[in-house]
């Protein structure tokens, strides 16, 4: 049983040789040799190709990033400015370069007409100056004593662009006004 069991494993190995060549083959790994080289080269360079991609992309992110700081510091720059001319004391100055002058108490109108409030012409306070001067009271002649009628009533030709509305006292003359809506 030892002789057949021994013929059978010739048998079947010697089978397996000659299936498989036993010398060295280049011809078959050629190919294969091939393949992995240019699998290995194709690589490399997509790589390549990606990394100086994103390098590309560094460089744009990094300008994009300093133009945005350029422009920040550009637009509170601004905002300082615009800040600095929206300061009450820098309006005022404005305004009164301009000629406008502070408009007083305001008075409103209601839905139905009547007027809260007392209406007051806006007058041109004086300006401030480096010598300070107090203004004359103008008085006109005959018209302190006979009738027992207030100086300051009697509007000067000058003091007519500026004299407040009928039914309203001016500043100066100190006399109680009336009110021109009932019960307000």
């Known amino acids: 049983m030892t002789g057949t069991a021994g013929q059978q494993a010739k048998g079947r190995a010697g089978r397996l040789a000659r299936l ?9 790994r050629t190919p ?13 360079i997509s ?20 133009e945005t700081t350029e ?7 601004l905002q300082h400015d615009v800040d600095s001319y929206s300061e009450p004391d820098a309006l005022e100055r404005r305004a009164r370069q301009l000629g406008m002058v502070p408009g007083g108490t305001p008075a409103f ?7 809260r409030g007392v209406p007051e012409r806006a007058t041109a306070e004086p300006s401030p100056s480096p010598t300070p ?11 302190g004593g006979e009738d027992g009628a207030d100086p300051s ?7 007519s662009a500026t004299a407040p509305p009928t039914g309203t006292a001016s500043p100066a003359s100190g006399a109680p006004s009336t009110p021109t809506s009932p019960g307000r």
């Open 133 to 143: 001067t107090a203004p004359a009271p103008e008085t006109t002649p005959g018209a």
């Open 153 to 159: 009533a009697t509007p000067s030709p000058t003091a």
């Open 32 to 44: 294969f040799v091939l393949l992995v080289v240019l699998l290995l080269a194709g690589g490399l």
């Open 47 to 66: 790589l390549l190709l990606l990394n100086s991609a994103l390098n590309e992309g560094s460089f744009k992110l990094s300008r994009l990033e300093r």
């Open 109 to 115: 109108l209601d839905p139905d007409g009547t007027v």
């Open 20 to 28: 498989m060549p036993s010398g060295p083959s280049t011809a078959a």
């Open 71 to 77: 422009l920040t510091d550009e637009q509170q720059a």
